[in-house]
């Protein structure tokens, strides 16, 4: 079945850091790709998505490019923010035969990011 | 607010207790998850309602689980018999029917504890 794996943390960068998460992914068909984020005390939120091959999608200073033929979908940031601390999870769409939306999540990975 | 509200927060409950967890969706979104997340752990699907159906229950985990949403808004994930390895954050998601983005707007999560 379909399945997301993502680094194992905790990510531990100082500020102004370069970060990458990496992540790859199973899946037959052609599944939307999403990174989402969990800060301390919050629901998880979407951080970005890239819906076909080679879309990159961006947001707040990260970004992450859908390459079909590595299958991965790495979240890259220039440089990290104290605020940039949170889980990241990233996930597929298992849209099926039909229009869900339902999500296949891999495990999170804690960045901790220091002054 | 207008984001998706889970109550309880937390619940404590003691093994074979029945419990009740609660979801109020977005306003509008007719789609509505239930994912159970444990610790160090992705969210894992549970259930997915496209109105007051259930259109995919494939991950609820076995026959002590189960979840309604009869007028087509909020939704009740109910427990029996509850046991310890049911201890986890049980998270609601809602988003449009229907919708491409495959964006899922969560809740801040009901924290359950089973003793």
């Known amino acids: 079945g379909n399945s997301v794996t993502q680094m194992e943390g905790p990510v531990t960068l100082s500020e102004e850091a370069f970060l990458t998460i990496n992540c790859t992914y199973t899946?037959?068909?052609?599944?939307?790709l999403f990174w989402y984020v969990q800060y301390p005390g919050e629901g998880l939120q979407l951080l970005l998505k890239?819906?076909?091959?080679?879309d990159k999608g961006s947001n707040k200073g990260f970004e992450a490019t859908y390459r079909k033929e590595t299958t991965s979908f790495h979240l890259e940031k220039g440089s990290v923010q104290v605020s940039d601390s949170a889980v990241y999870f990233c996930?597929?769409?298992?849209?099926?035969?039909?229009?869900?939306?339902?999500?296949?999540f891999g495990t999170g990975t804690l960045l901790a990011v220091q002054p | 607010g207008a984001g998706v509200s889970q109550t309880p927060s937390n619940k404590v409950t003691e093994k074979g207790k029945y419990v009740e967890l609660r979801c109020d969706p977005i306003?509008?979104?007719?789609?509505l998850y239930w994912y159970r997340q444990s610790l160090g752990q992705g969210p894992e699907f549970l259930i997915y309602?496209?109105?007051?159906?259930?259109?995919?229950d494939s991950g609820l985990p076995n026959d002590r689980f189960f979840a309604v949403r009869p007028e087509g808004s909020v939704s009740t994930l109910k427990i029996q018999r509850t046991e310890r390895g049911d201890s986890a954050v049980y998270l609601c998601?809602?988003?449009?029917?229907?919708?491409?983005?495959?964006?899922?707007?969560f809740g801040e999560g009901s924290r359950l504890t089973v003793l």
């Open positions: 998601a809602s988003s449009l029917i229907g919708g491409t983005t495959g964006e899922l707007f």
């Open positions: 899946a037959t068909g052609y599944p939307s």
């Open positions: 890239a819906t076909k091959a080679d």
């Open positions: 996930a597929l769409s298992d849209r099926g035969g039909g229009a869900t939306n339902k999500l296949i």
């Open positions: 306003s509008g979104h007719t789609a």
């Open positions: 309602f496209q109105g007051t159906g259930a259109a995919d």
